[in-house]
T-cell receptor, first 114, second 113 residues
Framework: AQSVTQPDIHITVSEGASLELRCNYS??????LFWYVQSPGQGLQLLLK??????LVQGIKGFEAEFKRSQSSFNLRKPSVHWSDAAEYFC????????????FGKGTKLSVIP | ETGVTQTPRHLVMGMTNKKSLKCEQH?????MYWYKQSAKKPLELMFV???????ENNSVPSRFSPECPNSSHLFLHLHTLQPEDSALYLC????????????FGPGTRLTVL
């Protein structure tokens, strides 16, 4: 069975600083990987996804993520954080094979200091 | 309305009440999902409907009863809930051939007293 671990429950960064949110997964084959963002009182919005090919994936709102098979990681990055990026971020994995199951991590809450 | 909408946004109910959550998607999708989001726990998939047929039911207690009358609407009927059922209930939709890419509604915040 697949699983996703987000080691950081809460991260605080200053506005303008760079950001990296960590995600590790467990799955036997090449997974489909996702990052979602949830702003307060809102549902989840897809930031980016990795299926295959180029291991550096570009997403919306200036985010990118890098798939590293050797480390079973899919970390999310942004070079310069804006106050509006304060939200909760979820990494997710999809195994395919006819399943409808997206397996999510517990999330990382991002706070941004002005 | 665009995307995925959910009503009500907030609901408080007693353990003996019966209530329903409604989800509507305006994306032309044919698969719809109910998730439960509790504090400090990962999102839990509850039910999936594809082309109006239930295709997944992840060991959810019978006090939760889903209904999908057509591809645009999904309901979650609630009865005799427990306080531990208090959570954010999220609806999502996707194309049936692309369950990996799901679009979420804003959720219903449910409090069971």
């Amino acid at each position: 069975a697949q699983s996703v671990t987000q080691p950081d429950i809460h991260i605080t960064v200053s506005e303008g600083a760079s950001l990296e949110l960590r995600c590790n997964y467990s799955y036997g084959a090449t997974p489909y990987l996702f990052w979602y963002v949830q702003s307060p009182g809102q549902g989840l919005q897809l930031l980016l996804k990795y299926f295959s090919g180029d291991t550096l994936v570009q997403g919306i709102k200036g985010f990118e993520a890098e798939f590293k098979r050797s480390q079973s990681s899919f970390n999310l990055r942004k070079p310069s954080v804006h106050w509006s990026d304060a939200a909760e971020y979820f990494c997710a994995i999809y195994s395919g094979a006819g399943s409808y199951q997206l397996t999510f991590g517990k999330g990382t809450k991002l706070s941004v200091i002005p | 309305e665009t995307g995925v909408t959910q009503t009500p946004r907030h609901l408080v109910m007693g353990m003996t009440n019966k209530k329903s959550l409604k989800c509507e998607q305006h994306l032309g999708h044919n698969a719809m999902y109910w998730y439960k989001q509790s504090a400090k726990k990962p999102l839990e998939l509850m039910f999936v409907y594809s082309l109006e047929e239930r295709v997944e039911n992840n060991s959810v207690p019978s006090r939760f009863s889903p209904e999908c009358p057509n591809s645009s609407h999904l309901f979650l009927h609630l009865h005799t809930l427990q306080p531990e059922d208090s959570a954010l209930y999220l609806c999502a939709s996707s194309q049936p051939g692309a369950p990996d890419t799901q679009y979420f509604g804003p959720g219903t915040r449910l409090t069971v007293l």
